[in-house]
């Protein structure tokens, strides 16, 4: 079992950044693909960010590409998410995950746990 607990958003002017955390329970936790999602009111969840486990390679949407930044700390069991250029249409619940299975890490389907999310919401 891992258990997933993000912090860090907040509200923030369009342009402005954030840094969200992730803190992981459990011994495993660089076993583990790490992901960022987001959802908005009234869409569906999308896949922001992820980073592997071991080899630390990162994978961003394209409509965070050159925003967000992926990093993880192993020997903290903290996986981050650095949000800056921030858009309006950024605002949503962000979802940090945990997940190994053999599926695309860019579909929830990949992922095995989930944490509560934590909101952001950019004014313009």
């Known amino acids: 079992q891992v258990q997933l607990v993000e912090s860090g958003g907040g509200l923030v002017q369009a342009g402005g950044s954030l840094r969200l955390s992730c803190a992981a329970s459990g011994r495993t936790f660089s076993r583990y693909t790490m992901g960022w999602f987001r959802q908005a009111p009234g869409k569906e969840r999308e896949f922001a960010a992820a980073i592997r486990g071991i080899s630390d390679f990162t994978f961003y949407a394209e409509s965070v590409k050159g925003r967000f930044t992926i990093s993880r700390d192993n020997a903290k069991n903290t996986v981050y998410l650095q949000v800056s250029s921030l858009k309006p249409e950024d605002t949503a619940v962000y979802y940090c995950?945990?997940?190994?299975?053999?599926?695309?890490?860019?579909?929830?389907?990949?992922?095995?746990?989930w944490g509560q999310g934590t909101q952001v919401t950019v004014s313009s």
């Open positions: 995950a945990a997940g190994s299975s053999r599926r695309s890490v860019d579909t929830p389907e990949f992922y095995d746990y």
